[in-house]
């Protein structure tokens, strides 16, 4: 996770730290806007979120919760990192040649 999250600072997630938090809350308006805009499935789908969210100027805000981890996992560590490295890749270059906002 420490080389993914430097690869987030990179791209531009900077301010967030749990990038991959399963919880998520967004006012109506916020989820309308940055989900309508959304291209991305699977995994990086919550990155795709900020990034669009960063575009439209929207603020976004890390706030603790309580969190209770659940056993088990869908995720197979190799071949979902090197998905999510491919998506992160395709989703930074869309966002930079201008695919999001459509002002």
């Not at 991959?20 to 309508?36: I, N």
């Not at 995994?43 to 979120?49: K, L, N, P, R």
């Not at 560590?77 to 890749?89: E, F, G, K």
């Amino acid at each position: 996770m420490y080389g993914f999250h430097t690869f987030l600072h990179v791209i531009g997630i900077q301010k967030i730290k749990d990038t991959q938090c399963g919880f998520k809350l967004f006012t109506r308006d916020t989820a309308r806007l940055v989900f309508w805009e959304g291209h991305c499935e699977g995994w990086i789908f919550d990155i795709e979120c900020l990034l669009v969210a960063e575009e439209e100027k929207v603020g976004v805000e890390e706030v603790s919760v309580t969190w209770h981890e659940v056993e088990g996992t869908k995720m197979n560590l190799v071949t979902d990192s090197v998905r999510m490295a491919w998506d992160l890749v395709v989703l930074r270059a869309a966002y930079g040649v201008g695919v999001y906002g459509g002002d």
